[in-house]
């Protein structure tokens, strides 16, 4: 499903969107019932922010629990720097490798608008890891890969961001691993910790208006570099 959103607003208040944004997708997950159906936001830039976990999800034989409210920050976060956004809401199918899988979700990053160049996907990690956000770089990292890391440590130096450990998102099944290995493009996962993913909490809100900026930079330098 496409979904109309407002394009590139100046968000004055970060943490009344979110709120808006997070009853928003749990209205479009309570439409989508048993389908596996996911929400695009084109808006035709380099970068293109994704979020597979927003919701129960099946991974590697079994069903996890969603990386909360990444759903809701992922739109946020698009719509703050301006860039397409494509989000699961829901994905109880079972899978095993990217070639197999086809649901709305896979089928909208196969079919992704000419001018994207990378992925970047956003995903919930526990506090208890430590760090405020962890970057993988995936299994085949390359310039644009540096480049957004070198980016997002530099934006975000008010918070302790580390990179591929403790997740790394080499693994197969990761979105970072389709972009580098089957789609050609660059790849990039954040994992954002529990503590900045409330939308109901407005202390979490400087983190996710951080990394909203940040990504905003990203966007422009992978679009220079491109
Ligand atoms: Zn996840």
Redesign the pocket.
Known sequence: MTIEMTAATEVTDIATRWRELDEHFGTARRRAGDDDPALLVDRSSAVVLTA??ATRHYRAGAMKAA?LH?GSLTLLAGEVANVSAVVSAGARTEWDTWDERDDEFSRHLRDLSDSARMLIDI??MGDHHGPDFCLGTGPRPGALENLAVEILRSELDAFEVVVDAPFTARPHYTVTSLAQRHLGLAGLQI?VAARWRSPHDDSAAPAASALSLALTAVEEGIRDAA
Do not use: L
């Open positions: 597979p976990h990386d990444t995903h919930g994992e």
